[in-house]
């Protein structure tokens, strides 16, 4: 049993990575706490599903628009720096978030902004924080790492969105904010408690600017990144294939017809499949203690992958057999098997994004690294979002339950073919990495 835990070696033999896994996994917590908290918000002001929508627009286009900047600034300067001045930006943002709603300013037009500043400051905190994981630990510990880092974050979408539904409800917006000011606390001394993070070639002495000799920041250090990346088959293909299962079978959007058009129970039902498949990564990431000491890991995201789209047309097969009733009740067994469907589906997305992250972080030279953690972000921002879109478009044409095994059936052949098409990325060895 002790072997199919998760590894927690890396807690164990690094102090500052524990101490930045410790900060994190407290301030993630905020940080849901505050999106939910937003979120809620937006609606009592407007009254308008839309004006809460427009919020993920404020974030994405910051996030997409910044994320391969980001990540060149990584690679130029110190990113214990470039992490530490982005998480205190990160900071004074959840501060004025919370003054608004202290001061009671009521300004949907000034959450949007906050927003939107939030999102261009992560675009930047992330890309420095996964870029500094690898030179705190061995290359063979990055699978458990991020296994770590995968529980942590799935524990926040689970637990974070309730302290802060609760919060709001019981004391009001400010102090679930006034929360997430606290909580972030633990990021920003972990990350100023860390060494100096100098890229390789950075120039240590004589001018002691903390730049990197690679050139300046700009857009051409941006497209060296992406003509980088399109000669690394290896790296190139984790990007594909996560775009391939995001785009074509993302489900988030269908849980809300789900409970009030097929399954019955409304938001509560909603609610469940969302948690399920929460609770599938957490179980995937508590029990990966096996699977982050193999050593195929290329083999393992293209069979976590595969797995993933046949849960999502389970899921979606559900929804057919049960069809577009309109139930006055719950009909529990369709709820539960829907539910188990989903659990599956976030389980194996995690192992994917475990292996996926562990592939980028120690193929990828190290004068890379910011970068190609920059186009990490933007893929995994941007394909939800735009699976969404896919998704939705479909369950207008075919409905929800159709959408959903389509999409997961055409991800796992789409996945296949580029397999077949990349022939070096099956055959992956953890123990000499190749990007």
Same mark, same amino acid.
């Given at each position: 049993?002790?072997?199919?835990?998760?590894?927690?070696?890396?807690?164990?033999?690094?102090?500052?990575?524990?101490?930045?896994?410790?900060?994190?996994?407290?301030?993630?917590?905020?940080?849901?706490?505050?999106?939910?908290?937003?979120?809620?918000?937006?609606?009592?002001?407007?009254?308008?599903?839309?004006?809460?929508?427009?919020?993920?627009?404020?974030?994405?286009?910051?996030?997409?628009?910044?994320?391969?900047?980001?990540?060149?600034?990584?690679?130029?300067?110190?990113?214990?720096?470039?992490?530490?001045?982005?998480?205190?930006?990160?900071?004074?943002?959840?501060?004025?978030?919370?003054?608004?709603?202290?001061?009671?300013?009521?300004?949907?037009?000034?959450?949007?902004?906050?927003?939107?500043?939030?999102?261009?400051?992560?675009?930047?905190?992330?890309?420095?924080?996964?870029?500094?994981?690898?030179?705190? /630990?061995?290359?063979? /510990?990055?699978?458990?790492?991020?296994?770590?880092?995968?529980?942590?974050?799935?524990?926040?979408?689970?637990?974070?969105?309730?302290?802060?539904?609760?919060?709001?409800?019981?004391?009001?917006?400010?102090?679930?904010?006034?929360?997430?000011?606290?909580?972030?606390?633990?990021?920003?001394?972990?990350?100023?408690?860390?060494?100096?993070?100098?890229?390789?070639?950075?120039?240590?002495?004589?001018?002691?600017?903390?730049?990197?000799?690679?050139?300046?920041?700009?857009?051409?250090?941006?497209?060296?990144?992406?003509?980088?990346?399109? +000669?690394?088959?290896?790296?190139?293909?984790?990007?594909?294939?996560?775009?391939?299962?995001?785009?074509?079978?993302?489900?988030?959007?269908?849980?809300?017809?789900?409970?009030?058009?097929?399954?019955?129970?409304?938001?509560? +039902?909603?609610?469940?499949?969302?948690?399920?498949?929460?609770?599938?990564?957490?179980?995937?990431?508590?029990?990966?203690?096996?699977?982050?000491?193999?050593?195929?890991?290329?083999?393992?995201?293209?069979?976590?992958?595969?797995?993933?789209?046949?849960?999502?047309?389970?899921?979606?097969?559900?929804?057919?057999?049960?069809?577009?009733?309109?139930?006055?009740?719950?009909?529990?067994?369709?709820?539960?098997?829907?539910?188990?469907?989903?659990?599956?589906?976030?389980?194996?997305?995690?192992?994917?994004?475990?292996?996926?992250?562990?592939?980028?972080?120690?193929?990828?030279?190290?004068?890379?690294?910011?970068?190609?953690?920059?186009?990490?972000?933007?893929?995994?921002?941007?394909?939800?979002?735009?699976?969404?879109?896919?998704?939705?478009?479909?369950?207008?044409?075919?409905?929800?339950?159709?959408?959903?095994?389509?999409?997961?059936?055409?991800?796992?052949?789409?996945?296949?073919?580029?397999?077949?098409?990349?022939?070096?990325?099956?055959?992956?060895?953890?123990?000499?990495?190749?990007?």
């Amino acid at each position: 049993m002790r072997h199919l835990l998760a590894d927690t070696t890396p807690l164990k033999v690094s102090p500052d990575y524990r101490r930045l896994w410790f900060g994190l996994s407290i301030s993630n917590i905020g940080t849901q706490v505050t999106i939910v908290a937003v979120g809620l918000q937006v609606y009592a002001l407007t009254g308008s599903t839309l004006a809460v929508g427009v919020l993920g627009l404020f974030s994405l286009v910051p996030l997409v628009a910044l994320g391969l900047y980001g990540g060149a600034l990584v690679d130029h300067y110190d990113r214990r720096k470039v992490s530490l001045i982005s998480s205190a930006v990160l900071w004074l943002v959840v501060a004025g978030i919370a003054a608004q709603a202290w001061l009671d300013l009521e300004s949907v037009e000034l959450l949007y902004g906050l927003v939107a500043v939030q999102s261009a400051a992560f675009a930047i905190n992330n890309p420095a924080r996964s870029a500094i994981i690898p030179r705190l /630990l061995p290359k063979e /510990l990055m699978p458990a790492a991020n296994a770590l880092a995968s529980l942590s974050m799935n524990v926040a979408l689970t637990g974070g969105p309730l302290i802060g539904a609760l919060l709001v409800a019981q004391l009001g917006y400010a102090w679930a904010y006034t929360l997430d000011m606290v909580l972030f606390l633990a990021a920003l001394w972990a990350v100023f408690r860390l060494p100096p993070v100098l890229p390789e070639g950075m120039d240590e002495g004589g001018s002691g600017n903390g730049r990197s000799r690679v050139g300046a920041v700009g857009l051409r250090s941006v497209l060296d990144g992406l003509r980088y990346l399109a +000669t690394q088959p290896n790296v190139r293909t984790t990007f594909l294939v996560d775009i391939c299962a995001m785009v074509l079978s993302f489900p988030r959007v269908l849980w809300p017809a789900a409970g009030v058009i097929y399954l019955g129970g409304g938001e509560t +039902t909603t609610g469940v499949l969302a948690a399920a498949f929460a609770v599938g990564g957490i179980l995937a990431s508590v029990f990966s203690g096996g699977l982050t000491r193999l050593r195929k890991q290329g083999q393992i995201i293209v069979w976590a992958i595969t797995a993933w789209g046949v849960s999502i047309a389970a899921f979606g097969l559900v929804l057919v057999l049960v069809g577009r009733g309109s139930p006055d009740g719950t009909i529990v067994w369709a709820v539960v098997a829907a539910g188990i469907a989903l659990a599956f589906a976030g389980g194996s997305d995690s192992i994917s994004s475990v292996f996926r992250q562990s592939i980028l972080q120690t193929a990828t030279p190290d004068h890379m690294r910011g970068r190609l953690q920059g186009v990490f972000i933007v893929v995994v921002a941007g394909g939800p979002r735009l699976g969404e879109m896919v998704l939705g478009a479909e369950a207008t044409w075919f409905g929800e339950g159709w959408a959903a095994v389509a999409g997961g059936l055409t991800c796992v052949v789409l996945l296949w073919l580029i397999v077949r098409l990349t022939p070096r990325f099956w055959r992956y060895d953890a123990r000499h990495p190749e990007p």
